[in-house]
Nanobody, 124 residues
Framework: VQLVESGGGSVQAGGSLMLSCAVS????????MGWSRQAPGREREEVAA???????SAANSLRGRFTISKDSDKNTLYLEMNSVEPEDAATYYC????????????????????WGQGTQVTVS
């Protein structure tokens, strides 16, 4: 299972950034997926999730600023980051899991089986 993240980089506080996670067609249509992040010295935290049934969720502290979405033409999961704050600086990870394991996930959803390499976001 391969998850290829892109879109990280430097963004000014208050600005926007769009992260992408490209996967195979099978993963896109059959697995649950999500985003998490980890800042230096901090634990990994859930950012947003896209469930098998198409419903989505986001961490309470990020709701309203971060939006998770998908593009079926590109088999890609996105994370739109708006009104970025210095505290949002972290390495962002895309993750996925099988439908059987997805049913066992509990909030915060960090129990994914498959992870991307991460893409770094810095805020100036």
């Amino acid at each position: 299972v391969q998850l290829v993240e892109s879109g990280g980089g430097s963004v000014q506080a208050g600005g926007s950034l769009m992260l992408s996670c490209a996967v195979s067609r099978y993963i896109y249509s059959s697995y649950c997926m999500g985003w998490s992040r980890q800042a230096p010295g901090r634990e990994r935290e859930e950012v947003a999730a896209w469930r098998i049934d198409g419903s989505t969720s986001a961490a309470n502290s990020l709701r309203g600023r971060f939006t998770i979405s998908k593009d079926s033409d590109k088999n890609t999961l996105y994370l739109e980051m708006n009104s970025v704050e210095p505290e949002d600086a972290a390495t962002y990870y895309c993750a996925a899991d099988t439908d059987v394991r997805c049913a066992l996930h509990k909030r915060p959803v960090l129990q994914y089986s498959f992870w991307g390499q991460g893409t770094q976001v810095t805020v100036s």
